[in-house]
């Protein structure tokens, strides 16, 4: 399926973890030369530990500009650049801090826009980022987080007509099974988890998998671009 990515040059910052460990698991078994960047050492050697992935590991702070142009400067340009790193925080603009709301700004959005500033590329190749379906659907609790997911896939719109021919396209989750929610309870989290899947058209909710799908096809799809793919179970369209 995605054989059109062996041999590829394919960065995923954020790839320690969640959505893009799986993104850097998928780019693996499709052959792809896979190098996973976060900013947290353990959890890069965590994953790095891991048999099933074939990767090198890169220690970045995307929040950090001149860290982000050293890091691309020292490495040669990529056919294909994933931006799943995020640490946001949800609740009621008159209630969050905003000093909280300014770091998940800095982190969802300017961490990528530092990246899309930086990156070398290769003749037709991707840049994906990754935004969330509040961006289209959001609720009275993710007032940020949707601001933050709207603003990145306007970004992302217009790259695709400043970096073209490099293809620049996003990937919209919805509510994914990750990591994220590893600090809840577990009976709170199984709880949330079986309430949200009944209310969606396919009755369960999402795997890390699920979204490295959408990602793979749009870094090997030629004709993809200023695209957002949303892979929510239908949450969009939920009542």
């Known amino acids: ?74 490495e040669a340009a990529w056919d294909h650049v994933v931006v799943s790193a995020a640490q946001t925080t949800s609740g009621p603009v008159r209630k969050l801090g905003l000093s909280e709301a300014r770091d998940t700004m800095d982190s969802k959005f300017w961490g990528a826009y530092h990246v899309a500033r930086s990156a070398k590329f290769r003749e037709h190749g991707s840049l994906c980022l990754i935004s969330g379906f509040r961006g289209v659907r959001p609720s009275a609790n993710t007032v940020l987080q949707g601001a933050v997911n709207a603003a990145l896939e306007a970004l992302a719109r217009g790259l695709a007509l400043e970096l073209a021919p490099i293809r ?13 929610w590893a600090g809840m309870a577990e009976t709170e989290r199984e709880g949330m988890f079986t ?8 009755r369960r909710i999402g795997q890390s998998s699920d979204v490295a799908n959408a990602v793979l ?10 695209s957002t793919v949303v ?9």
Not at 168 to 180: D, E, K, Q, R, Y
Not at 217 to 226: E, R, V
Not at 232 to 239: E, F, M, S, Y
């Open 168 to 180: 620049v396209n996003v990937v919209s989750p919805g509510l994914i099974a990750t990591p994220l």
């Open 231 to 239: 892979v929510d179970g239908g949450g969009i369209i939920a009542a």
């Open 195 to 202: 309430s949200a899947a009944e209310r969606l058209p396919l």
């Open 217 to 226: 096809f749009l870094a090997s799809s030629p004709f993809s671009t200023g």
């Open 1 to 74: 399926m995605h054989g059109d990515l062996k041999n590829s040059r394919f960065l995923v910052i954020g790839g320690s973890s969640g959505i893009g460990l799986a993104v850097a698991m998928a780019a693996t078994n499709a052959g792809a030369a896979v190098t996973i960047a976060s900013r947290s050492r353990a959890k890069l050697d965590s994953a790095l530990a891991d048999s099933r992935l074939t990767a090198r590991g890169r220690q970045l702070d995307i929040i950090d500009h001149p860290a982000v142009e050293s890091f691309f400067a020292d």
